[in-house]
């Protein structure tokens, strides 16, 4: 035991022995911490509130539970609760559990001593963060109840077991300063009693709106009823149906219960309806439709918890905006700590909404704690595994209902290629695609499904990225793949592009785009494209070379085509740049991109080509004119639009 106090002045004995009254010194560690609580600057003082209403629900849990086996222990007092009143004149906050209460060796143990460990550190922390700190992290130490002392002037606590008689109550109090005196007392009342006289540069507290609203913020899921004196009735007429909170009378007094307090999370899942998921949902999200997935899991085992998350029907308005955007709500024994997004889900599954309840965390863990503490990085990655294969599992059972998710947060699962390496092979199997063979627009097609039916001789998963649907639908690269009936990914989100650098294979097939270097000719042989005499294909040689000197300086290479079918030409980024696509991408978005020179790819058998005489003085004008067409076709802007229409012109009246 850490704890040395002093019996210091007059202590007189009480008939059990115990001495009635005495006042002892804090443990010199306990001073130091006090005095920092007492001087601090901290914002977030109210956690106090938090502290001393988690202490009173463990009492009210511990009773609970010895009370299964001893019955005796709840006197004629069964309803446990909290309740909480101010007093505005004195400037006063009372917190009064009927929970286990303490005898006089507990009060002097467990309130008179700090923290069994971790002192020191406790006490560098706060020093260093005196004058800019959180006191959010005060808890993480186990030294909850002295955060009273943050906007307390003098704290009195009044206990009493229960089970003892009612002479064995204790009153403890102290202002903090270095001494606390400690009595018996007669206390009829079993459990706990806080008053805290406040500071006057903290009297804000003492507004029960105010309390109200902490609690809201932070304990609304504690399953003990925390009761409020009822509020005055609005002077309006209330509707029969309005949802009256649970009240109770006592002493004259009217309590109404402030928290939720459902915890629901805690309950089995056999037990829980529908709408009860529902209506929390909602309580949760301020979304009234239904969640499309509720996955509520009980952990057990090295690490305890209970995790509860929703998928939501419908994307939330807020999904791109991720500065505003909340995540994952962690408890530790249904006392809200944090819902910092990113400790309990990362950024492409933002859309899950939901908590995890944690039974082994101290309470009140810093964000650093969060965030570099191995179990929350555990229960993270289960959390993803869970929802990824929740999703999976969905899309077997339920194809439409599963199309109608990927619709909603595709996009944002499809970032998970490029955040989430360990788990990038089952979002690419969750990822769904339009393509040439699918329904429109709509991305229902799996890579599963398209490697299922490519013909055997295919070797690539091929797939074509453009601004839009519609200019990858109509883009001149497609043509030898609807002729030879290949099936083509079309990708028009600004994401695909880098889904597609981040998932390069899937089942042994790379994927390649068919708008990038050299064609596999086992694909995509043209028996008929090989027919050419020789005299042929020396005019046609002429003819590439020509237009290369034209276009020099603007393209990599002129070359003759194997993928056009109706199209003159097309433009063709070499296998290791970047693409037409990405690079428009990144400049849209202020990036630096390097400007690599497509190539040029022209197709020997459209009419126009036959038509083009290498010695022609016109050769100028159509070889731009293609590159230009070329361009336009990949949904590209021209770079002097004048010149094209003049061009054009020329071409149209000679
Ligand atoms: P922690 O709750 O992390 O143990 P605290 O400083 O908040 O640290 O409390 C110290 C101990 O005092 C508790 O573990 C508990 O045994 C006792 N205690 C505090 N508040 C109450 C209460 N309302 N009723 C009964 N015991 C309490």
Redesign the pocket.
């Known amino acids: 035991m850490i704890m040395s106090s002093k019996t210091k002045s007059k202590s007189k004995k009480s008939e059990t022995g115990i001495p009635a009254s005495e006042t002892r010194s804090f443990q010199t560690e306990v001073k130091q911490l006090l005095n920092l609580m007492i001087h601090s600057l901290y914002s977030n003082k109210e956690i106090f509130l938090r502290?001393l209403i988690s202490?009173?629900s463990?009492?009210c849990d511990k009773l609970r539970f010895a009370s299964l086996t001893d019955k005796a222990l709840l006197e004629d007092d069964e309803a446990l609760g909290i309740w909480i009143s101010v007093d505005r004149e004195r400037k006063t906050i009372v917190i009064r559990?009927n929970?286990?209460?303490?005898d006089y060796d507990?009060v002097v143990q467990?309130?008179g001593t700090i923290a069994r460990s971790g002192t020191r550190t406790f006490i560098e922390k706060m020093e260093a963060e005196k004058s800019s700190g959180d006191a959010d992290f005060i808890?993480q130490f186990?030294?909850?109840?002295?955060s009273c002392f943050l906007v307390g002037r003098q704290v009195t606590l009044l206990?009493r077991k229960a089970g003892t008689p009612s002479g064995s109550g204790v009153m403890w109090s102290s202002d903090g300063t270095g001494e606390y005196t400690i009595s018996s007392m007669d206390r009829p009342n079993r459990g706990?009693e806080i008053i805290i006289s406040l500071k006057d540069d903290d009297s804000q507290y003492a507004e029960e709106y105010r309390l109200r609203r902490i609690i809201e913020k932070y304990s609304d899921h504690v399953s003990i009823p925390i009761l409020m004196p009822r509020e005055p009735e609005p002077a309006a007429e209330e509707s029969d149906d309005a949802e009256k909170p649970e009240t109770q009378q006592e002493e004259g007094e009217e309590w109404e219960t402030v928290n939720k307090g459902s915890a629901l999370w805690t309950r089995p899942k056999t037990e829980i309806t529908e709408e009860e998921y529902s209506k929390f949902y909602s309580s949760l999200t301020y979304d009234s439709t239904p969640p499309a997935l509720t996955i509520h899991n009980r952990v057990e085992g090295k690490m305890e918890y209970i995790s509860l998350f929703f998928i939501p029907s419908t994307a939330p308005f807020d999904l791109w905006d991720r500065e505003q955007r909340h995540g994952i709500k962690l408890y530790v024994r249904r006392i809200f700590i944090s819902d910092d997004a990113k400790t309990l889900m990362p950024n492409y599954l933002r859309f899950v909404r939901g908590l995890v309840d944690c039974a082994d965390l101290p309470?009140n863990v810093s964000r650093e704690f969060l965030q570099q503490n191995q179990d929350i990085d555990k229960i993270r990655q289960a959390a993803v595994k869970r929802v990824l294969g929740e999703l999976k599992k969905l899309s077997k059972s339920d194809e439409d209902a599963y199309n109608k998710l990927w619709k909603e947060f595709g996009k944002a699962l499809k970032e998970g290629v490029v955040e989430d390496y360990e788990n990038r092979q089952s979002i690419a199997e969750l990822a769904r695609f339009s393509t040439t063979k699918g329904d429109g627009e709509s991305q229902t097609v799996s890579l599963d499904q398209y490697v299922d039916r490519m013909p055997m001789s295919q070797k690539h998963i091929y797939y074509l990225t453009a601004e839009s649907h519609t200019a990858a639908g109509s883009s001149p690269h497609l043509e030898i793949f609807k002729k030879k009936d290949i099936e083509v990914l079309l990708l028009s989100e600004p994401i695909d592009e880098w889904f597609v650098s981040h998932v390069t294979e899937f089942r042994d097939k790379t994927l390649k785009s068919i708008a990038k270097g050299d064609l596999e000719l086992d694909d995509l042989k043209d028996e008929e494209a090989e027919k050419k005499t020789e005299e042929e294909q020396a005019a046609q040689d002429t003819l590439v070379q020509k237009i290369k000197e034209v276009l020099d300086g603007t393209v990599k290479d002129v070359r003759f085509s194997n993928r056009l079918v109706d199209s003159p030409s097309c433009l063709i980024a070499d296998e290791m740049d970047m693409g037409g696509n990405m690079e428009r991408l990144l400049k849209a978005i202020g990036q630096d991109a390097p400007t690599a020179k497509p190539i040029l790819e022209i197709n020997p058998d459209h009419a126009l080509i036959k038509r083009m005489n290498p010695e022609s003085e016109e050769l100028e004008d159509w070889a731009k004119l293609l590159f230009d067409q070329a361009l336009l076709a990949e949904g590209a802007t021209l770079n002097n639009p004048g010149d094209f229409v003049k061009r054009v012109n020329r071409l149209l009246i000679s």
Do not use: Q
């Open positions: 502290e202490n009173a463990d009492a559990d929970g286990i209460g303490m507990e467990d309130i808890g186990g030294v909850g109840f002295y206990t706990t309470l």
